[in-house]
């Protein structure tokens, strides 16, 4: 039972120091078996830490080994192997050599010989196709080794603290237009003659000491256009043939080694793409350009903390952005984009902690990465969105300067090697004593407050007199009949119920915004009082920095756009776990009539869904949808229509399209709720976008705006038939853009039609109707639809085997 291959996790016996790796991809399927193959040989020379007669790494069992595995010692002298067995639930190959190996030795593993599937599953070394522009299908080798991946290209120790530099040789068919890609610089290029044919290798300069799963390497046909940064750095984007041409100028992200985008979030077609989509490609180029840093020049020791790579990369994502387009309003865009889904992903009982548990490392969130075969680490943005919350209440209370400062001597201290929390908070700490900072709390505890147990509390402001007001806080459900679990985290609930109050003077809060370290308690009752209190309304988190609601006093004039915003989501989210009846949270809303701001906007259309959900079928959903309209009619669509001329790349401007999607949505159920008696002018909407859809269906050359394409193809497909059906998905497979393809997938699933989405899911089942790589986004369109909901949840339950064999995990 103590067997060292019985463990999930590779024992600390060897450390990996450098790897030789070759792979072969063979483009061309093989007729006997209908399937695509990779070839390959590595070694891996590892340093043996502490004595043992077992090498135990990584190697998924799809791999096959055609020759014996053999070892050999520094000098170079066979070192003979006792026997080689493979451990499926753990994919381990185990090697139990006859004698054990030295401690502070190197030794040699080479596996001289080895095949493996060319699959399409988006894992390790795979296949993808596309057709040219000619109608001639392609296929390409890419790589994602995220989370797991590498096992399944080669033998490896593939966990990210198991470091070590790489040497790639690359096979490819120059005949057939192809050449390789990896993430350093090629140093050779060679020539070679295998069973008749002639390939070309090309060999890459080694890389820096990096985790197996930042490894990635490419087999294709893509043409590249290069670019040189400000800083002197020379990058190369590739991209097919056909796509490359319409996108000069906007390569410009430099990259530490290859970096993978899908084409929607990496290419920009002036006459195709939207603002939208041009927001969209900042935005990740500034996250991927965030993870040089926070990933693979500093990586999470292991997948449970996660956030500390994508945490990091969502928070520079906003940075790079508002270096770059500062007119985005970025800061805006984080609270509706990952501010307000930490805030909705917290809420619940089976939430997580910030640093999950290892062994509570199976929750919902993280599928069981004990468990390699299902390993799926980031199948939601709660890393992403709870890491860069966090993030940016701890920047906006140390300060600037402090948070930066800790954050430059983490990264060289820490460089080319792993981080934990325990080191990333020490380094705050750190600097923080240096810089002469003092707080009331211990540091370490403010962070462990927030990172090492789940949940947030509600933070509840009542003025007592005209000079007092009382805070309390509890510890917040969206469910008023949910309640916590008994270990919300690594922490008890000793700290949860921490008697300590933070007593501040108000005068002193206000000009000098000091803060109440909250969650010392959650159940705690603060009272204060100043003479100089003048003030209707106080603003307790001035710009939404931090990650908890407050209630407010109802008045509403002069709020900052932020917690205009932020108060909207706040409200609703009270009246959902019962402590303000909805008609308050409602009665509140109506002033969106005069709201012109994007993110306040968003954020109520957001809130409306929940109840869009719970109407849908009830007989007040007229009301409700009427309630809706007198709000968004005379106001956002009063001002914005469909005339989008002017339009600038401003932060309302950016989502206009989710505004119009929703009224669009929102016109068609209330015209069957009132038999068809649509008021303020709500028929204008589904004219406009039905006699965009026809004069596009009646020349394929006119364009519609990329501003609201989307929602003409949903509004026009919903309310005609099959017929204006049947020439969208004709146009889908004839587009040979990304984006435009994404449009059309999302209109598809607006049909009312039960049959047509079903015949849509099965559609998007065949890799050869929507890409792999595309059938979670299609599957996800359907299930948004009132009419598709049920339609997806039944095929989902009717094919549940199919279903899960196809539904990866996308990628950035």
Not at 72 to 100: C, L, M, Q, R
Not at 136 to 147: C, F, G, K, L, P
Not at 470 to 488: A, C, G, K, M, W
């Amino acid at each position: 039972q103590n067997a060292p291959w019985l463990n999930d996790r590779l024992p600390l016996t060897l450390f990996p120091d450098h790897y030789t790796v070759t792979l072969r991809p063979v483009l061309e399927m093989d007729v006997a078996t209908s399937t695509y193959y990779f070839h390959g040989s590595s070694s891996v020379r590892y340093l043996c830490n502490v004595s043992t007669d077992y090498v135990i790494m990584h190697s998924n069992n799809e791999l096959t080994y055609n020759t014996p595995v053999t070892i050999k010692d520094n000098a170079g002298n066979d070192f003979p192997i006792e026997s080689v067995n493979f451990v499926a639930i753990n994919e381990y190959i185990v090697i139990k050599t006859t004698s054990p190996c030295e401690a502070g030795k190197m030794y040699t593993m080479f596996a001289d010989d080895f095949t493996g599937e060319l699959g399409d599953d988006l894992t390790g070394i795979y296949r993808s196709e596309y057709k040219n522009e000619a109608g001639v299908n392609r296929v390409i080798a890419i790589s994602q080794m995220e989370t797991t991946g590498a096992r399944h290209t080669f033998p490896c120790f593939d966990e990210p603290a198991f470091k070590a530099t790489f040497d790639f040789t690359l096979y490819h068919r120059s005949d057939q237009g192809f050449y390789a890609v990896a993430n350093m610089p090629p140093i050779m290029f060679q020539t070679e003659m295998i069973d008749t044919v002639l390939w070309n290798s090309t060999t890459f300069d080694t890389t820096y000491v990096m985790s197996t799963y930042l490894l990635a390497v490419t087999v294709s046909d893509f043409l590249y256009e290069p670019a040189t940064s400000t800083a002197g750095v020379q990058t190369y984007i590739y991209a097919r043939p056909e796509t490359i041409k319409n996108n000069e100028g906007v390569f410009a992200a430099e990259n530490w080694g290859l970096v993978l985008y899908r084409e929607t979030l990496l290419l920009f077609d002036e006459n195709i793409s939207s603002v939208h989509d041009k927001y969209s490609i900042t935005q990740v180029i500034g996250h991927e350009l965030g993870h040089q840093w926070f990933g693979n020049l500093v990586t999470c020791a292991w997948w449970n903390e996660i956030w500390l790579n994508e945490g990091f990369a969502s928070y520079v994502q906003y940075i790079a952005v508002d270096g770059v387009k500062p007119e985005y309003k970025p800061w805006e865009i984080f609270i509706i984009d990952d501010l307000q889904i930490a805030l909705s992903a917290d809420a619940y009982s089976n939430s997580h902690p910030l640093v999950h548990p290892e062994g509570r490392f199976s929750s919902i969130t993280y599928s069981k990465v004990r468990q390699p075969s299902i390993c799926s680490v980031k199948t939601n943005k709660w890393p992403f969105a709870q890491g860069a919350s966090f993030l940016r209440m701890v920047q906006s209370f140390l300060g600037e300067t402090t948070f930066t400062g800790a954050l430059k001597k983490y990264l060289n201290d820490q460089a080319f090697s792993t981080g934990t929390h325990d080191i990333l908070f020490q380094h705050w700490i750190d600097v923080t004593s240096a810089n002469g900072l003092t707080f009331p709390y211990p540091l370490q505890n403010v962070f462990e407050c927030w990172s090492l147990q789940m949940g947030y509390p509600l933070i509840s402001v009542t003025r007592i007199t005209p000079n007092t007001i009382r805070l309390t806080q509890e510890y917040f459900l969206i469910d008023p009949n949910d309640s916590p679990v008994d270990t919300p985290g690594s922490l008890t609930y000793n700290i949860w119920g921490w008697e300590q109050y933070c007593l501040i003077n108000i005068e002193y809060f206000i000009n000098s915004r000091y803060q109440w370290y909250v969650p010392f308690t959650y159940r705690g009752v603060s009272e204060f009082g100043s003479t100089t209190i003048t003030t209707e309304w106080m603003g307790l988190t001035p710009t939404s920095e931090y990650w908890f609601p407050v209630i407010f006093p109802s008045t509403l004039q002069e709020i900052p756009v932020e917690n205009r915003a932020q108060l909207v989501d706040d409200i609703f989210a009270l009246s959902r776990s019962g402590r303000i009846d909805i008609s308050l949270a409602l009665d509140l809303a109506t002033y969106m009539v005069n709201e012109d701001e994007y993110i306040p906007w968003q954020t109520f259309l957001d809130a409306m869904t929940y109840c869009e959900y719970m109407l849908g079928a009830s007989p007040i959903y007229g009301d409700f949808s009427k309630y809706i309209l007198d709000l968004v009619v005379p106001s956002i669509y009063a001002d914005l229509g469909w005339d989008d001329s002017n339009t600038s790349d401003s932060a309302l401007i950016t989502r206009y399209c989710a505004l119009i999607d929703r009224y669009c949505a929102l016109i068609d159920r209330y015209c069957e709720a009132i038999d068809a008696a649509c008021t303020y002018g709500n028929q204008d909407c589904i004219d406009n976008a039905v006699m965009l859809f026809d004069q596009w269906r009646n020349d394929t050359t006119t364009i519609i705006s990329s501003t609201y394409r989307t929602d003409v193809f949903c509004t026009a497909i919903r309310e005609g038939g099959l017929a204006e059906w049947d020439f969208a998905w004709e146009q889908y497979l004839l587009s040979q853009n990304a984006q435009f393809q994404s449009s059309l997938r999302y209109g598809l699933s607006c049909s009312k039609d039960a049959w047509v989405l079903n015949r849509y899911l099965e559609y998007a089942m065949d890799p050869t109707k929507v890409r792999k790589q595309d059938i979670q986004n299609t599957f996800s369109y359907i299930a948004r639809q009132e009419y598709g909901k049920y339609t997806a949840w039944a095929f989902a339950m009717n094919n549940w085997d199919r279903v899960i064999n196809q539904y990866v995990v996308s990628m950035f």
